[in-house]
């Protein structure tokens, strides 16, 4: 099922929505009997019968679980239900969280016939509301639609191993006057991609206070649309004719339409605009920024920032419609190209909304607010009581509270009090507006607020010393028209490495001698030459990351056509070959490797990285040489191929092979490059649920670590929640145990998440605090290089670090202690702890000459404490340490000699928490 979809619920904690039209409670924790509770709450996988607890407002239903059983991997239960949803359009839930490290992850589920809806969310401890819409919801399986929904289902997966529960209550449904129109006659990545898009866009209306509802293409076109204000065609590839006249109906009873970027004819001549074609960027940048000329319109910002690729290009009709916004490109040039056409009918766009601009809030409460002008008095109340959330702190009395402290220890404490206190009194302003009942300049000095108290918590962040701080690159190409001008800005906004995607399973951005190439080496030359050329004056490593087994984006045809022939690619469930590479298969193995040894030898680059090394899911590879050597390990046939691999008496052969697979490739890359190039580091992006990533996708990520095979580790942690967030860099730090650095995934633009700089600099926090060594951002683009990276230099890197994995070998051992002094590295307030430090063995071929060092105490920014011993330069020495209560790290400072030259260096113990 659905483990994490990629909407969070977290904006259901901002402030209670405008109030719905119509809405209906399905459960509110009153049954006459635990015999009828027990019988509507049905647990699923073997956990302890559903009870009646104490809520907040009454009783609650009590989901408890045992993690201390490795069997089980999540706590879920079923609330039966049997409910048409097609005329309900939004979703609300509370539940109760008393110990988040219980769970890695929540999936909230609905059923119905033939499948699943389902989503991912995030709950801190306590109590928390939480808020979907359909557009929330994945399908899994072929759920056959939202009139006939059977029942609930809520799951909270294992993190920690301990027993622990969570209360469920108010389980309630609501139909809204504003509405998404949902496209669900579309399949596949289109269907992901159009349901992320209506996603955003909800929630992005969410944040400035309008609460709208998601219903169907097919709801509406059986008149689901009756009774509403205002409906939203996010982005609808298929428009039926039959949709078609519903918004006919629906505007001429007086409703408006607001379409996004998809205008057949008939929505055109609705809407009153001409299309006259599509087109991509002529030119980069071309379509950077959204210029505004509707004085009609109140509370619109002049301009709003987005970065779009292509459009449909879309102009107003004489008599019928205006424009009333144009794109302008990156130097500020009018393109004279309609971005906003305005009608009596509605608005249509001429892309989709992707803008991460702080004004786009405003911009679409103003172009909403011209339709249904009563949504700007609960708009301002919810701007004047500021954001939730300011970087990795709740609530806007305790952001001021930590600005003001955090304050005297920046490196610029007379400018970060200077912001808050403008921040301050320009929400006082907001206020006084409010009073006047000047709604869109009361939001606007609120959002002006918002924005100062956000720089003032970048510039109050402290920088930490000697951190790996990186960037995936996706596109393999970096951000700007040249490798040059991405590590500039790399340069500038204070990171030290970054990960570039160069090599596929089937395709190379570089001068390959295993592999076809990409277009873009014909179009542009070797991207991993110019990247390494780049990054040299900056000093910046380049870690080349292969996407593994995948054969990727414009692979040639008879590439692939070879492979297939040569029964080379995986084989689903169902028989079907699939674009991956077979694991199982020595010649896929060896192209694997090879590729990333060529890579090693070929360029002076600093590492190579691993990303899906791992199967696609649970459902491949079944072809018949994974039969064959199956089989040939288990010691017998298999009657039923491949449904007997799922037997109980064979699943953990089954698993452990597979795991194998992939292991197999991890030795033998890393044996192959320490071989021709002993410098170079050996990583990998892992998926952030182990064990279950084991079991799932054959990726036994620890097994590789404590076998030597990888340098440091980046697991894949993308959420919008930071208590989800730290929980995930917990359990890492604990499941690691020192072996390697931990360089947590922080996703700025991810499927799961969408940050702000303040709250990436807010999750670069949370790395710092849980004893990580750095972070890793994905993804590097054009919109992160100009928007979301340079403030992180105001404070947070605002100097430069060393690389923890260039250090010599160090071990840290902890104790002995009594059991009662430490417990998973929590020493009692006065109590000292012994750390015995070892010189450990270095890998063949990285010899580090002579290591002068000390060994310090250090808080988590890296700051000196105090000396404790010189560094054994050979064999161990033991310290011992006592501190005030806090969290610390004992670390080997000091130098070795490289080319003649001292090089300084930083390796660091797991973090000892010294009291609560």
């Known amino acids: 099922m659905v483990r994490y979809g990629w909407l969070l619920a977290a904006l259901a904690l901002i402030a209670p929505p405008l109030r719905a039209a119509e809405e209906k409670v399905l459960d509110d924790g009153q049954f006459a009997s635990v015999e009828v509770l027990r019988a509507a709450w049905v647990t699923a996988e073997g956990g302890l019968p559903a009870a009646s607890a104490e809520g907040r407002d009454g ?502 056509q070879k492979l297939r022939a040569e029964n080379r690619l995986q084989v689903d469930l169902k028989g079907t070959t699939i674009d991956w590479l077979c694991p199982s298969d020595e010649r896929n193995q060896a192209l694997e490797a090879d590729s990333m040894i060529e890579v090693a030898q070929k360029y002076e680059v600093d590492g190579v990285h691993f990303d899906y090394i791992r199967y696609p899911g649970t459902e491949s590879c079944f072809c018949d040489r994974c039969r064959e050597r199956f089989e040939t390990s288990l010691g017998r046939k298999l009657t039923n191929w491949p449904a007997d691999t799922r037997l109980p008496e064979v699943k953990a052969a089954w698993t452990q092979f597979r795991c194998d697979n992939i292991s197999r490739l991890v030795q033998r890359v890393a044996e192959g490059v320490r071989r021709v190039k002993p410098a170079c580091r050996i990583s990998a992006a892992v998926f952030r649920d182990y064990p279950s990533c084991r079991d799932g996708v054959g990726q036994d990520w620890i097994h590789w670590i404590k076998q030597g095979w990888i340098d440091f580790i980046c697991p894949m942690t993308y959420t919008d929640s930071d208590d989800t967030f730290r929980n995930w860099a917990q359990q890492h730090v604990g499941y690691i145990e020192g072996r390697v650095p931990l360089y947590p995934g922080i996703g700025v633009t991810s499927s799961n998440s969408t940050l702000s700089p303040d709250r990436t600099a807010g999750q670069v926090q949370i790395t710092r605090e849980q004893g990580a060594d750095g972070f890793i951002i994905f993804n590097y683009g054009p919109r992160e290089a100009t928007g979301t990276l340079p403030p992180l230099r105001l404070g947070a890197l605002g100097e430069p670090g060393l690389q923890p994995h260039d250090a010599p070998a160090y071990r840290f051992e902890v104790g002995p202690l009594e059991t009662d002094q430490v417990t998973a590295r929590q020493v009692a307030s006065g109590q000292a702890v012994s750390v015995t430090v070892t010189r450990a063995e270095d890998i063949a071929g990285r010899g580090f000459g002579a290591v002068k060092g000390e060994v310090v105490l250090e808080d988590v920014m890296g700051s000196l404490v105090s000396k404790l011993a010189d560094a054994p330069a050979t064999g161990s020495c033991q310290v011992t340490v006592k501190a005030a209560d806090g969290v610390y790290r004992v670390a080997v400072r000091g130098s070795v000699p490289v080319n003649g030259r001292p090089r300084s260096f930083v390796t660091r113990s797991l973090p000892l928490q010294f009291g609560r």
Not at 188 to 204: K, N, V, W
Not at 331 to 350: H, I, Q, R
Not at 433 to 441: I, T
Not at 467 to 481: K, L
């Open 59 to 560: 009783p609650a239903v009590k989901l408890s679980v045992d993690f201390t059983n490795p069997e089980m991997r999540r706590l879920v239960y079923d609330r039966r239900l049997d409910e048409d949803f097609s005329r309900w359009d939004r979703i609300s839930f509370d539940v109760f969280i008393d110990d988040p490290s219980i769970f890695s992850g929540y999936t909230a589920y609905f059923q119905a016939p033939g499948g699943w809806f389902g989503t991912g969310f995030s709950a801190r401890r306590g109590w928390n509301t939480l808020t979907f819409t359909k557009a929330s919801f994945k399908r899994e399986d072929s759920p056959a639609g939202w009139e006939k929904i059977l029942g609930f289902r809520v799951a909270g997966w294992r993190g920690t191993a301990k027993a622990g529960f969570m209360l469920v209550d108010n389980l309630k449904v609501y139909r809204e006057p504003l509405v998404i129109v949902m496209d669900t006659r579309i399949q596949g990545s289109e269907y992901e991609s159009a349901q992320r898009i209506a996603g955003g866009l909800g929630d992005a209306l969410a944040e400035v206070g309008v609460v709208v509802g998601s219903t169907t293409d097919q709801e509406a076109e059986k008149g689901g649309l009756a009774g509403r204000e205002l409906a939203i065609l996010a982005h609808n590839p298929s428009i039926t004719p039959a949709l078609i006249d519903a918004l006919r109906a629906f505007v001429a009873a007086g409703g408006k339409v607001m379409a996004f970027y998809q205008f057949p004819a008939a929505l055109a001549e609705l809407l009153g605009v001409r299309t006259v074609g599509w087109s991509r960027e002529e030119y980069p940048g071309q379509l950077s920024a959204i210029h505004f000329d509707a004085p009609e319109i109140v509370g619109l910002p002049a301009v709003v920032s987005q970065h779009s690729w292509n459009q449909t290009k879309i102009q107003p009709i004489e008599g019928k419609s205006k424009a009333i916004a144009w794109w302008h490109d990156s130097e500020g040039k009018n393109t004279g190209l309609p971005t906003f056409v305005l009608s009596d009918a509605g608005l249509a766009m001429s892309h989709v909304m992707v803008s991460t601009d702080p004004a786009r809030g405003r911009m679409l409460l103003a172009l909403v607010g011209h339709f249904v002008p009563r949504i700007w008095s609960e708009a301002t109340e919810l701007a004047i009581a500021g954001p939730s959330r300011v970087g990795h702190v709740d609530g806007l009395a305790a952001a001021e509270q930590w600005i003001a402290a955090a304050a005297e220890m920046s490196p610029q404490p007379a400018l970060v009090r200077q912001k808050l206190q403008a921040s301050q009194a320009a929400r006082r302003q907001a206020r006084t507006l409010r009073e006047q009942k000047q709604w869109p300049a009361s939001v606007e000095a609120s959002e002006q607020a918002d924005i100062l108290i956000r720089e003032a918590y970048l510039l109050a962040q402290h920088p930490r010393r000697d951190e790996f701080r990186a960037c995936w690159n996706h596109s393999g190409t970096g951000a700007f028209g040249t490798w040059a001008q991405s590590m500039k800005n790399l340069h500038e906004s204070g990171f030290n490495a970054v990960v570039p995607n160069m090599l596929w399973g089937g395709v190379a951005l570089y001068d390959s001698e295993l592999l076809p190439h990409h277009p873009v080496v014909a179009q542009r030359g070797d991207q991993i030459a110019e990247c390494v050329a780049a990054a040299k004056p900056y000093g910046l490593q380049v870690h080349v990351w292969k996407v593994n087994w995948n054969l990727g984006h414009a692979v040639p045809e008879a590439f692939k």
